[in-house]
């Protein structure tokens, strides 16, 4: 008989495993090391053909503290955070016993001898295993590292339990520490000490297995921040000032290496960028509008507090007409919040950021090669319409573990927008006409440019963050100020037809339509299939990006309920669309709030929609 996909044959009488779909956790302390096991764990998995993603859960203060990594193996592709865990390791004796309690009835629990966890339950299979005993026997190592290499021995003995194939953990280990041979030899011990150790002395895992696929073939594991980072760089970004905070600190720091290395001239050293580490989040953004009023490409990334303190600035870059792009990587608020667990709570302040009558252009990248690519767009869009752009990415997106496919070479030219030359210039002078900065020539809301250095008599004009008419000149007429007040809620009118447009999926005639957007996305193809399961057909559309185009509208138009999902308390992007849709579209509407700080998984919305059906069809509502 052949072998069905997802399950292992086996003798009449015995268990038959699990395979390629199954949730591991290794629960460790902070600063332990065990990152790098983990990691060389993960990309075993993804060698072998199975698709995978790791989540990293850590504390935002001191070494010592709890901290767990899930990876799920999932062989239909399904790579959001799954509810429960399946195989839980456990190394950190402050967690044990809540960890294991937390496990449902029948999974599994590898434990460091230690802890003695045996007992707490005796529904879990446990495997006792002595891990520092099993470090201290790596020869010529000194005591620091053999508490490091404990990690490794966790990786060896899962890898004999589940089937994970030794040449690929060998080439994992070899791929973390590549260039460093002694590194790679204790670690290869380390991984042969565990699996020895339970092919010796472990009974057989049953319940589940790795089978070897073909559905990473061609495909990268990358962080979100780091997709960004080389989306900046093939953006035309030459400008980024930042201070740090986290989750958004590693995408400058990508950054910065990728314009050591690709934006310096190998023959003189000289750089062709600027990166500058501000004072605070306030002066970062102003350097980035003070760069984009000269004619670079600049960015900087910040989370919700540096948001915050951006405010003032990005009220100035609109209203002055400054291009700079914003890179937010959203974290769980208010005040300093959770600041390693993840949310999108950001997205009115993003949308509405500065005080008085402001519209800023929000992109929401739903996976790590949108990251890539809507970071590309986000110069475009900064430049053509000559405002800040605020690009809307998570901790889960941002600092997480992804496939995804090689990110294609960009292959459209930079749009610079409507910047006029001294050519230019001159031919409107020959035809006995004005230079006027913030006039509206075209009737898009979209004036004209010039740059500093421009030579021309006609290039130069004032730059005012107070009241000014279309000339740029000091102006508080009530008229004059309307009437460019209305030029740029114009102008942000024209962006809905320039921003990236939504994606469809699901059943177009389904009554049933859900909306979502950013990191939610990576659970909202499993959440289709759930829904289908329990008798309910739906559609999906995915945001990418605010101002909303007619195809949002439409979308609610033509169903009869739907349910926005996103990650906040108060149903952010529900506000945002009821004031960007009509009246009679509202009730329509209905929030399913994820807001633990946990990575939404695709149980929580199937279940929250499901809910809401059954409500809508019993007698009593």
């Known amino acids: 008989m052949a072998i069905e996909v997802g399950a292992i044959q086996r003798a009449p009488g015995q268990q038959q495993a699990i395979v390629n779909d199954f949730s ?15 990691t060389v764990l993960m990309r075993a998995i993804f060698q072998m053909g199975i698709p995978v993603n790791g989540k990293n859960l850590f504390p935002s203060n001191i070494q010592g503290l709890p901290t767990w990594f899930t990876i799920r193996v999932n062989k239909d592709g399904f790579v959001g955070r799954k509810k429960d865990s399946d195989i839980l390791i456990c190394m950190n004796p402050e967690t044990a016993v809540e960890d294991v309690k937390a496990l449902e009835p029948g999974k599994v629990c590898i434990y460091d001898a230690p802890l003695r966890l045996s007992k707490v339950r005796e529904d879990i299979q446990f495997f006792e295993v002595p891990f520092a005993k099993l470090s201290a026997g790596i020869p010529d190592t ?6 490091l290499l404990a990690n490794m021995c966790y990786v060896g003995v899962l890898a004999e339990l589940i089937g994970i194939e030794t040449s690929e953990i060998e080439k994992a280990i070899s791929k973390q520490f590549k260039g460093k041979a002694k590194a790679v030899n204790v670690n290869v011990l380390a991984i042969k000490a565990g699996a020895d150790y339970a092919r010796a002395n472990l009974p057989k895992l049953a319940a589940y297995r790795v089978q070897r696929m073909d559905k990473t073939a061609g495909k990268i594991i990358v962080e979100g921040n780091m997709a960004a980072a080389i989306g900046c760089l093939f953006g035309g970004c030459t400008v980024a000032a930042w201070y740090p905070i986290t989750p958004s600190s590693s995408l400058i720091e990508y950054f910065i290496g990728l314009c050591k290395k690709y934006r310096t001239d190998p023959a003189t050293g000289k750089a062709a960028y600027a990166i500058v580490q501000a004072e605070d989040e306030l002066a970062s953004i102003g350097m980035v509008l003070g760069a984009g009023w000269a004619g670079a490409r600049s960015m900087t990334a910040t989370s919700g507090p540096g948001l915050s303190l ?11 007409e400054l291009p700079g792009v914003l890179i937010d990587v959203q974290r769980v608020g208010p005040s300093t919040g959770l600041p390693t667990r993840t949310q999108q709570s950001d997205l009115l302040s993003a949308a509405f950021a500065s ?11 739903g996976s790590v090669q949108e990251c890539y690519e809507l970071a590309m767009d986000a110069f475009n869009l900064a430049e053509q319409f000559q405002t800040p752009v ?36 001159e031919a409107l002078a020959q035809q006995g006409k004005v230079f006027n900065r913030y006039r509206d020539v075209d009737g898009d809301g979209v004036p004209y440019r010039t740059l500093p250095g421009t030579r021309h008599r006609m290039s130069q004009y004032f730059t005012r963050g107070s009241g000014h ?5 000091y102006s508080e007429n009530p008229e004059e100020y309307e009437r460019n007040m209305q030029r740029l809620a114009r102008k942000f009118e024209t962006a809905r037809k320039a921003v990236p447009t939504p994606v469809l999926s699901g059943d177009p005639a389904a009554p049933v339509g859900l909306i979502a957007f ?6 909202m193809s499993e959440v289709l299939m759930q829904l289908k399961e329990k008798g309910i057909n739906a559609e999906y559309l995915r945001l990418r990006a605010y101002p909303f185009n007619e195809q949002v ?21 529900r506000q945002l669309l009821s004031l960007d849709t009509p009246p009679e579209l509202h009730p329509k509407l209905r929030s399913v709030l994820h807001f633990d700080g946990l990575p939404i998984h695709a149980r929580f919305v199937s279940d929250a929609v499901a809910e809401g059906e059954k409500l809508r069809l019993s007698p009593q509502t």
């Open 390 to 425: 605020i690009v809307m990415m998570d901790l889960d997106l941002g600092m997480n573990n992804w496939m995804a496919d090689p990110f294609p070479y960009p292959d459209k030219a930079m749009a610079r927008g409507k910047v006029l030359n001294a050519e230019q210039l």
């Open 24 to 38: 591991i956790q290794v629960a460790t302390a902070n600063g332990s090391g065990s990152q790098t096991s983990n």
């Open 142 to 147: 000194e005591a620091r590292i053999r508490k």
């Open 310 to 320: 951006m405010q003032e600035f990005l009220g100035l870059g609109y209203y002055t």
């Open 469 to 473: 008419n279309e000339q740029a000149l």
């Open 355 to 365: 005080h008085g009558d402001t519209k800023h252009i929000c992109l929401y990248p």
């Open 553 to 573: 509208r439409d979308f609610i138009a033509r169903k009869q309920r739907v349910y926005v999902v996103e990650q906040n308390r108060d149903g952010q992007m």
């Open 518 to 523: 950013g990191s939610t996305d990576l659970v």
